[in-house]
């Protein structure tokens, strides 16, 4: 079970039930909260179930980045998850995600993932996230 992040209260954890699917990876059930903690994004990435988007600007890319993560600046999310498949992955280098697929978003802190999370909900994305705390969160974790 992973433990995500109630929106609106980062400080009130609760536990999401999950799912298997055919492939056996595992789908978040839960859709009421939109917000994953490190630690469980972790998690999921060990498992190789979802995609992950930097939504951060090209500058703040360069001081690093999590991994396997694609970088789509905030002001672009919108325009390219309404692009058609072809133009998608011509353009990023991967399939695009499919409407039930689990995705993360995550910028510096917070706040434009969170914007980018909503604008994927808005379109349909069932199981869009955001990285509670953003670069900064996952890389404070990462040096300890």
């Not at 990876?25 to 979802?50: E, P, Q, Y």
Request: with cysteine.
């Amino acid at each position: 079970m992973l433990h995500f992040i109630k929106k609106g209260g980062l400080g009130a954890a609760f536990i999401r039930k999950l799912a298997a699917t055919s492939e056996g990876t595992r789908t978040i059930m839960n859709k009421k909260d939109s917000t994953i903690s490190c630690s469980d994004l972790k998690t999921v990435m060990a498992k190789g179930s979802l995609q992950i988007f930097d939504v951060r600007t090209e500058a703040e890319v360069e001081m690093g980045t999590i991994p396997n993560s694609i970088n789509i600046p905030v002001d672009e999310i919108e325009a390219a998850l309404k692009r058609d498949d072809a133009d998608f992955k011509q353009k990023y280098k991967i399939n695009k995600p499919k409407l039930e697929d689990n995705i993360v978003f995550y910028c510096q802190m917070g706040r434009r993932g969170a914007r980018s999370t909503d604008i994927a909900q808005s379109l349909g994305y069932k199981n869009a996230h955001n990285l509670a705390g953003g670069f900064q969160e996952w890389s404070a974790k990462e040096e300890q």
